[in-house]
């Protein structure tokens, strides 16, 4: 059974009606308003009722508008640390190691239900509530840096090599915006390709590919 608010989708009623459903319903809304109308003109009260909330519900879960925006970006960079931190426990060579994480980045940003990925434009990701949505982006390249660096790229290259590799993965927000209906699965393959020529790391084979997603089955 289910219940209405009178604007927005339905909401489970009874034990369905968790914490956390109720939390993701919020997110869920707030990422479909936040990538379509825009995050400025977004109001709590428009995201209350497209969870199908009371407006006092949402601010239990979230203090502020800032609040949502903050765990939506967080979590479009979480999954792929810690694809990172499994990929760094594995002895495998650094060009499989690189493909597998730049794929999954890119999978996460281009299969995502919104296209959180470019909401990283956004002024507001100055904002000191989102210091820690930056530090863990900063984290994800460093891992990236880390890699680039084992990939024997000298150090004087380094640094714009790496800004280059995150500025490709990270890319699949712009085309999303663009090409809606694109081939994410195809787009994950070329870009995680490309990260490896841009490295000097040559052209990848299939069976570089192959043990990479071995790696991420893993």
Known sequence: MTKTTGVGRP??????????????????????????????????????ERAGLRQA????HFPSK???????????????LDVAGGLSAKLAPVGTRLWALAYADIHLLGSARQNLG?????????SPRLARFRAE?????RVYGSLVAAAGVTPALQGIRTDLVFGLVE??????????????????????????????????????RGSARALLEG
């Open 11 to 48: 909401r489970a009623s009874g034990a369905a009606a968790s914490k956390r459903e109720a939390r993701l319903a919020v997110l869920d809304a707030a990422g479909e308003l936040f990538t379509g109308a825009g995050y400025a003109a977004t109001t709590t009260r428009a995201i209350a």
């Open 57 to 60: 519900s949402l601010y239990y």
């Open 66 to 80: 800032e609040d949502i925006l903050a765990a939506l970006l967080e979590d479009t960079v979480r999954p792929s």
């Open 118 to 126: 470019a909401l990283y434009l956004l002024p507001e990701i100055s």
């Open 137 to 141: 982006r900063a984290e994800l390249k």
């Open 171 to 208: 890319s699949i927000a712009i085309v999303r915006r663009d090409q809606p209906d694109l081939d994410v699965e195809a787009h994950a393959v070329e870009g995680a390709d490309s990260v490896l020529r841009l490295v000097g790391l040559g052209e990848p084979d299939a069976v570089l």
